[in-house]
């Protein structure tokens, strides 16, 4: 429950190493980090990171849409989410949708932000992928 993020990769084979370079540049995904950043700490004149907000202001800052806030609610139910889970998981979506230079948090940065919990974590009730059964 204390992890924001979990990802689970497949092992590169040689051939994958050997072949050239695809998706953005490092440049590119730091300009849009820095970008981010730029918008959480100009946001409201607070100065403070996603990390560094209250649960009021993240309330107020980070509300999803109706099909994100629905969401959200399925999945901490079929998650058993904690309170610190549900609050980590809207924080994470608020941070995704500023890398994505969206003004609020819409149904896929939940979605994504669900993604992230660690797999035992979506498993945990029946063993189904939370994309089957909550991400629909």
Same mark, same amino acid.
């Given at each position: 429950? /204390?992890?924001? *993020?979990?990802? @689970? &990769? +497949?092992?590169?084979? +040689? %051939?994958?190493?050997?072949? +050239?370079?695809?998706?953005?540049?490092?440049?590119?995904?730091?300009?849009? !980090? %820095? =970008?981010?950043?730029?918008?959480?700490?100009?946001?409201?004149?607070?100065? =403070?990171?996603?990390?560094? *907000?209250?649960?009021?202001?993240? $309330?107020?800052?980070?509300?999803?849409?109706?099909?994100?806030?629905?969401?959200?609610? /399925?999945? %901490?139910?079929? &998650? $058993?989410?904690?309170? /610190?889970?549900?609050?980590?998981?809207? /924080? !994470?979506?608020?941070? *995704?949708?500023? *890398?994505?230079?969206?003004?609020?948090?819409?149904?896929?940065?939940?979605? @994504?932000? !669900?993604?992230?919990? =660690?797999?035992?974590?979506?498993?945990?009730?029946?063993?189904? +992928?939370? $994309?089957?059964? !909550?991400?629909?």
């Amino acid at each position: 429950d /204390r992890m924001d *993020l979990s990802i @689970e &990769l +497949p092992a590169v084979t +040689p %051939a994958d190493l050997a072949a +050239p370079a695809t998706g953005e540049t490092t440049a590119i995904v730091a300009d849009r !980090v %820095a =970008k981010a950043r730029a918008a959480q700490t100009a946001r409201g004149g607070e100065g =403070k990171s996603n990390a560094a *907000l209250s649960d009021a202001e993240l $309330s107020r800052i980070a509300a999803p849409d109706q099909e994100g806030a629905n969401l959200l609610s /399925r999945a %901490a139910e079929a &998650l $058993s989410l904690s309170a /610190r889970a549900y609050t980590r998981t809207l /924080r !994470v979506a608020r941070t *995704l949708a500023d *890398l994505d230079g969206a003004d609020g948090v819409r149904r896929r940065h939940i979605a @994504e932000a !669900v993604s992230f919990r =660690k797999a035992s974590e979506r498993n945990a009730n029946n063993n189904a +992928p939370a $994309s089957a059964s !909550v991400i629909t």
